[in-house]
């Protein structure tokens, strides 16, 4: 995998992903989260994956009140880039997951380089999807390269 040389790429992050570098910071997601604020990367949201978000990090599971999950949103929203999906959304593989649509969505109006995650029906779909799915691992080897 190549990352673009002229320009920080244009990345879609899943969820999952954000929620582990903005919540628990193991290895892989401390880079992802560092690429992030240091301007390696530009993360892409839209209002439908902003959603998605706020609404992960309020699960009981992660015991945070409302200043912590506000705390946690502002190290990751001031970084990205909003793209306005338009209406009706571009045509999208069929998931098996609903709410992993609007990241693909997101991949496709926003031009997205990358699509990064750890969900394998996600990478399943990265054969006829037109913006590359990688995982974590596969963006922070092109990253350290560039």
């Known amino acids: 995998m190549s990352i673009p040389p002229s320009s920080p790429p244009r990345v879609v992050i899943d969820t999952n992903l954000v929620v582990s570098a ?57 970084f990205c880039m909003t793209v306005s999906i338009p209406t009706p959304p571009p045509p999208t593989p069929v998931c098996r997951d609903p709410f992993d649509t609007p990241f693909l969505e997101l991949a496709i109006v926003g031009e997205a380089d990358f699509l990064v995650t750890g969900d394998e029906d996600l990478v399943s779909l990265s054969a006829g999807f037109s913006r590359p799915i990688v995982k974590i691992d596969e963006l922070l080897a092109g990253l350290t390269h560039a």
């Not at 992030?36 to 902003?50: D, H, M």
């Not at 992960?56 to 409302?66: H, M, S």
């Open 22 to 78: 903005l919540v628990f910071g193991g290895d892989a997601t401390a880079l992802l989260r560092k690429g992030w604020q240091s301007r390696q990367f530009i993360p892409l949201a839209s209002t439908e994956t902003i959603d998605e978000l706020i609404r992960v990090l309020a699960y009981p599971k992660f015991g945070l009140n409302r200043r912590e999950q506000e705390d946690l949103l502002s190290d990751y929203l001031p």
